[in-house]
């Protein structure tokens, strides 16, 4: 048997799963971790300074500071705001509209 597989457009799958509020929720959390793993890292290596040294200065272990960059930890608010006294930053945290309550309100 010779059957031709029909290719599936991932964009077209991730917008049909993003139409569901638990699948967007997911998503949105994931991305705000990401977001925050981003920040911390690119924060540590603007000071020039290694994880383990950002973690010797928090008190805590230098794997906490590799989950927090891999985005494999939920960093509270306190220790966000731990790593910025560590690296002599200000932790600052906003707040903007989000598409998904546009599509809430609809």
């Known amino acids: 048997m010779n059957r031709k597989k029909e290719l599936i457009d991932f964009n077209d799958v991730a917008e049909r799963a993003l139409r569901n509020p638990e699948v967007m929720a997911g998503y949105v959390r994931a991305r705000a ?5 981003d920040a911390v890292r690119k924060v540590r290596q603007t000071k ?6 950002v973690a010797r200065a928090m008190g805590k272990p230098q794997s906490l500071v590799a989950r927090i960059e891999g985005a ?3 960093a509270t608010v306190e220790t966000l705001y731990e790593i910025a006294e560590a690296t002599g930053t200000e932790l600052v945290i906003s707040f903007k509209k ?3 309550s546009d599509k809430q309100k609809d």
């Open 48 to 53: 020039k300074l290694s994880q383990a040294e």
């Open 72 to 74: 494999r930890s939920n």
């Open 33 to 37: 971790m990401r977001l925050a793993a």
């Open 98 to 100: 989000s598409k998904a």
